[in-house]
Nanobody, 125 residues
Framework: VQLQASGGGLVEAGGSLRLSCAAS????????MGWFRQAPGKEREFVAS????????YFADFVKGRFTISRDNAKNTVYLQMNSLKPEDTCVYYC???????????????????WGQGTQVTVSS
């Protein structure tokens, strides 16, 4: 599976962005999908995950109520809608895919097999 993230950019604090991650190859619905992010000089951290079915999601505390994750299995794409953005959300955002059960989401980096190249999000104050 190859993953291509897009949708990053520069936005003012309080604004919104929607990231997309398109998957190539077969069996997109075989994978739970996740978003991670990494700021300069910091470790990569978990942001959100969605189950294969799309019914179950999980978010890091620092994005709860501001970000949503969704997927379209027919389009082989997962989305991260980011609202009420803050300067501290400035990071490179990565999408990832990992095999698991139909209703499970994945929270740990080691659970993900495939990673996209990242897309830069910059939030100005």
């Amino acid at each position: 599976v190859q993953l291509q993230a897009s949708g990053g950019g520069l936005v003012e604090a309080g604004g919104s962005l929607r990231l997309s991650c398109a998957a190539s190859g077969r069996a997109f619905s075989s994978y739970a999908m996740g978003w991670f992010r990494q700021a300069p000089g910091k470790e990569r951290e978990f942001v959100a995950s969605i189950s294969r079915s799309g019914d179950n999601t999980y978010f890091a505390d620092f994005v709860k109520g501001r970000f949503t994750i969704s997927r379209d299995n027919a389009k082989n794409t997962v989305y991260l809608q980011m609202n009420s953005l803050k300067p501290e959300d400035t990071c490179v955002y990565y999408c990832a895919a990992g095999r698991t059960g139909w209703l499970r989401f994945l929270k740990e980096q080691y659970e993900y097999e495939y990673w996209g190249q990242g897309t830069q999000v910059t939030v100005s104050s």
